[in-house]
């Protein structure tokens, strides 16, 4: 017995580890997307921040994060925050064969360093969503001040209510791989930066009419969503947790199949959206419409037969559409790539979607999941970013959005052939 349990136990670290490292890849589609849908002269500065926000997600997490979101204990609502993790220990063979390997395998044994690493990722994950929709216009470093926070506190907190063992795990909330838990939290602090922070100069015309800023590089933002779209097969198939037993591997194969079932269902309701709407196939709504997708798909992935799973994509990929469209004409909300209304508004709809299909699960749980998400966050989230605007302001100034924030950031240019030293608009 002793030989199947550390088989099994190495067979589940290794997978945690591997899936994690696919999570860890789509900080590169994060990039790639981003860097594609801004303007040349605000690359290298969307660059910096998306390499600089992994690392101190990285940081914060280890110093505070994991211990905030699953401690060893807590009401339900305040965890008892501990900082032992960073210092080790958490991994001495002796100690594991003597919890486990006395007892029959219950599937739910591996690493503790590997589920730091498995949920590390995914913090980075919530961060890189507001990096996108603050671009173009926002310091440097007041970013990277929220991200502190983000990563350490805001995150934590509400990732223990549900996957720490707190009051929403308690009153029978689903959310299998993070449409709530990552994306929706996400998307509510890119909404509250957006909000204190402005639309970009000339986005918006004195008439209330929206003028089209479009990104520099298409081909960039495709290959971006292709990563995002590989990386999710870890997102959502390394929640699984466990894969050696029969079941589990069956379930992580439906995992799998259901997440790329629902992103090709996003890209193809977005693109007939857009046609019907514009008269024209629109790249940037179909590759939303991936992402939407698997926003979507990502709160309960393992339920739903592939079909379910398409239409639950396809949906996301409508409502994207339609999202984008009024957050820019009703709400006056400038997001330059999207991401409140892929994450937000999309990741909504998949907590929503989880009783269509898995019958454990109530309306009710996830209504008052996603309100305690959503209230938590962007409450948070615009005091941190109120006191950063106090200390050190969020935007840059006028002269400085219109050379370019890579030169007021950075200090050089993405592509210094294209865009002159005192901007080109591109």
């Known amino acids: 017995m002793e030989n199947i349990f550390e088989l099994r136990y190495a067979l589940d670290t290794f997978y945690f580890l591997m899936t994690g490292a696919l999570v860890m890849w789509m900080a590169a589609g994060f990039a790639m997307l981003e860097a594609g849908l801004v303007r040349a002269k605000n690359t290298a500065e969307i660059l910096t921040k998306n390499v600089a926000l992994f690392a101190i997600a990285c940081i914060m997490y280890m110093v505070m994060g994991y211990g905030i979101m699953y401690p060893d204990g807590g009401n339900g609502v305040i965890p008892d925050f501990a900082l032992n993790f960073m210092f080790g220990g958490d991994h001495d063979p002796a100690e594991v064969l003597k919890t486990g390997a006395?007892?029959?395998?219950?599937?739910?044994y591996y690493?503790?360093?590997?589920?730091?690493f498995f949920q590390v990722v995914f913090v980075a994950t919530a961060m890189s969503i507001v990096s996108g929709a603050v671009a173009e216009r926002m310091k440097l470093w007041a970013f990277l001040a929220f991200a502190v926070v983000m990563t350490g506190l805001i995150y934590p907190m509400q990732g223990y209510w549900k996957w720490g063992g707190g009051f929403l795990d308690g009153l029978g909330f689903n959310?299998?791989?993070g449409s709530g838990v990552v994306h929706l939290c996400g998307a509510s602090a890119a909404l509250a930066g957006v909000l204190l922070l402005g639309a970009r100069k000339g986005k918006y015309g004195k008439d209330g009419s929206v003028r089209a800023i479009p990104g520099c590089n298409m081909p960039l933002a495709t290959l971006g969503t292709f990563i995002l779209w590989l990386g999710w097969f870890g997102f959502n198939g390394g929640s699984e947790l466990v894969v050696s037993s029969i079941a589990e591997a069956n379930s992580v194969a439906?995992?799998?199949?259901?997440?790329n079932m629902a992103a090709a269902g996003g890209v193809v309701a977005a693109l007939i959206t857009a046609r019907l709407l514009f008269g024209k196939a629109d790249l940037t709504m179909g590759l939303n419409g991936a992402l939407a997708g698997l926003?979507?798909?990502t709160a309960e992935p393992l339920a739903p037969s592939p079909l379910a799973a398409t239409l639950i994509g396809a949906v996301g990929g409508v409502l994207v559409v339609f999202s984008i469209i009024y957050m820019d004409k009703w709400f006056k909300i400038d997001d330059p790539v999207g991401a409140v209304s892929v994450h937000g508004i999309v990741g909504m709809w998949g907590l929503l979607a989880v009783p269509l299909t898995n019958s454990d699960a109530t309306f009710m749980a996830q209504l008052i999941g996603l309100v305690t998400i959503l209230g938590w966050t962007v409450i948070a989230s615009l005091a941190a970013w109120a006191v950063i605007k106090m200390v050190m302001g969020l935007?840059?100034?006028?002269?400085?959005?219109?050379?370019g924030v890579d030169l007021s950031e950075c200090g050089l240019e993405a592509y210094p052939e294209f865009v002159g030293s005192k901007g080109s608009g591109l």
């Open 102 to 108: 006395d007892k029959w395998y219950d599937g739910s």
């Open 111 to 116: 690493s503790r360093m590997s589920d730091f």
């Open 175 to 177: 959310d299998f791989a």
């Open 254 to 259: 439906a995992v799998f199949v259901n997440t």
């Open 295 to 297: 926003v979507a798909i």
């Open 395 to 403: 935007r840059v100034s006028e002269e400085e959005e219109v050379a």
